[in-house]
């Protein structure tokens, strides 16, 4: 028997491939150890802050308690509430606007629509409220021109709030829903249409059934973002409206009660866990879609 011999360039080709895995796992280390103090330093002062009784020290489930009662249930509730019917209504809103996008043959106005949405899904905050408090507060522009008072427009309220939460949320969901749209193979609807299928039912039939884990997974990230929001309802009802991110800024400052502070961590969990719940769901309809649509 004759022993094989290893090909030339086997053994310097396998010693390389090895001395390159050392070097790529240290090009990540500075990505890994910003995660660590940027993430994990806060998550664990979350997590010990939420299990600890203020007034003892000691390791307790007080907080926790605390924050799923009384008026922080009802600020958790409106929350997702809240959170619920705006990305509902952006889902529902953003899907023909994207597919108008997407069948328009005018690429200038395509490209600028894309643009739009890009800024606009990004604008928030103080400023936001400020626009829309100018346009159509109680002493709007809009308000007082058209007399919304008289017909029961109020911007400080639930509706009014959606409103202002759909004029980012819609252009998110046109980014989000676009690509999946453009994976839509044009054969599919000349094979609906061939044998007999109207566009209705090619839509009911083919394009919604293919789309649907694309819509569950944007009408799920819509949710998270309208949860986490903040600084536009703060700007725009303080304090008079039940939702879990104002109640958290009321007993970090202590403006309702004070040394509520690990109350406020308590609370901090529980919109962490409502976020891992959402992106549990998302994953998986994120990698379905993309094997539908690939």
Same mark, same amino acid.
């Given at each position: 028997?004759?022993? $094989?011999?290893?090909?030339?360039?086997?053994?310097?080709?396998? *010693?390389?491939?090895?001395?390159?895995?050392?070097?790529?796992?240290?090009?990540?280390?500075?990505?890994?150890?910003?995660?660590?103090?940027?993430?994990?330093?806060?998550?664990?002062?979350?997590?010990?802050?939420?299990? $600890?009784?203020?007034? $003892?020290?000691?390791?307790?489930?007080?907080?926790?308690?605390?924050?799923?009662?009384?008026?922080?249930?009802?600020?958790?509730?409106?929350?997702?509430?809240?959170?619920?019917?705006?990305?509902?209504?952006?889902?529902?809103?953003?899907?023909?606007?994207?597919?108008?996008?997407?069948?328009?043959? *005018?690429?200038?106005?395509?490209?600028?629509?894309?643009?739009?949405?890009?800024?606009?899904?990004?604008?928030?905050?103080?400023?936001?409220?400020?626009?829309?408090?100018?346009?159509?507060?109680?002493?709007?522009?809009?308000?007082?021109?058209?007399?919304?008072?008289?017909?029961?427009?109020?911007?400080?309220?639930?509706?009014?709030?959606?409103?202002?939460?759909?004029?980012?949320l819609i252009p998110l969901m046109v980014l989000t829903i676009t690509p999946a749209l453009e994976g839509l193979r044009t054969q599919w609807r000349e094979a609906a249409l061939n044998n007999g299928a109207t566009p209705a039912r090619y839509w009911l039939h083919v394009a919604l059934p293919v789309l649907l884990p694309t819509l569950l997974g944007g009408f799920v990230l819509l949710f998270g973002t309208a949860f986490a929001a903040y600084a536009t309802a703060a700007a725009i009802m303080g304090?008079?409206?039940?939702?879990?991110?104002?109640?958290?800024?009321?007993?970090?400052?202590?403006?309702?009660?004070?040394?509520?502070?690990?109350?406020?961590?308590?609370?901090?969990?529980?919109?962490?866990?409502?976020?891992?719940?959402?992106?549990?769901?998302?994953?998986?309809?994120?990698?379905?879609?993309?094997?539908?649509?690939?």
């Open positions: 028997m004759t022993a $094989t011999l290893p090909r030339a360039g086997t053994a310097p080709a396998a *010693h390389l491939k090895r001395r390159r895995r050392p070097l790529g796992w240290l090009a990540v280390v500075p990505l890994l150890s910003f995660t660590a103090v940027a993430f994990g330093i806060p998550a664990w002062a979350v997590l010990s802050g939420a299990f $600890t009784d203020k007034a $003892t020290g000691a390791y307790s489930t007080a907080n926790l308690t605390t924050s799923l009662g009384g008026a922080y249930l009802t600020a958790l509730a409106g929350s997702v509430k809240l959170s619920v019917v705006s990305a509902g209504l952006a889902t529902l809103l953003g899907l023909p606007l994207a597919q108008a996008v997407v069948t328009s043959p *005018h690429r200038a106005l395509r490209e600028g629509v894309l643009t739009a949405s890009g800024v606009l899904a990004n604008f928030g905050g103080v400023p936001l409220a400020f626009a829309f408090v100018a346009t159509l507060g109680n002493a709007g522009v809009l308000t007082r021109r058209l007399g919304l008072t008289d017909k029961g427009w109020d911007l400080y309220s639930f509706w009014g709030l959606v409103i202002v939460y759909l004029y980012f304090s008079s409206f039940p939702l879990i991110t104002l109640q958290i800024a009321d007993a970090l400052s202590g403006n309702v009660l004070v040394g509520q502070e690990n109350v406020a961590l308590a609370l901090s969990l529980d919109m962490v866990l409502i976020a891992g719940l959402v992106m549990a769901v998302y994953l998986p309809l994120q990698r379905r879609s993309a094997r539908w649509l690939a």
